[in-house]
């Protein structure tokens, strides 16, 4: 059984940290992608950041400079280092993994999703 479970959510004051974290299991994710997406109330899912299984990395423009995405491939694990959070930042994050080399992750190619966790971002 595959899974992707995240971990580290939660509240948060404006300007505030948190750091997620996502444990893989049930097979090897050599040769995969692994990253983060996202999914506001109301709106629609949207890409956070990726790193690839060579290293590359890539983060949407809306958290650059704010949010940092870092892998460990021997343990399966994926974390995002969220600083400076603002209340757009608010949503449900889903950790994800996709067969591919490139760094860059597209929504239709996910191979496995996690369950998704809450972060919420307010005074």
């Known amino acids: 059984q595959v899974q992707l479970v995240e971990s580290g959510g939660g509240w948060v004051q404006p300007g505030g940290s948190l750091r997620l974290s996502c444990a893989a299991s049930?097979?090897?994710?050599?040769?995969?992608?692994m990253g983060w997406f996202r999914q506001a109330p109301g709106k629609e899912r949207e890409f956070v950041a990726t790193k690839g299984w060579l290293g590359s990395t890539s983060h949407a423009n809306s958290v650059k400079g704010r949010f940092t995405i870092s892998r460990d491939n021997a343990k399966n694990t994926l974390s995002l280092q969220m600083n400076n959070l603002k209340p757009e930042d608010t949503g449900i994050y889903y950790c994800?993994?996709?067969?591919?080399?490139?760094?860059?992750?597209?929504?239709?190619?996910?191979?496995?999703w996690g369950q998704g966790i809450q972060v919420t971002v307010s005074s």
């Open positions: 994800t993994a996709a067969r591919t080399l490139r760094a860059t992750m597209f929504e239709e190619e996910v191979d496995y």
């Open positions: 049930g097979r090897s994710f050599e040769n995969f992608a």
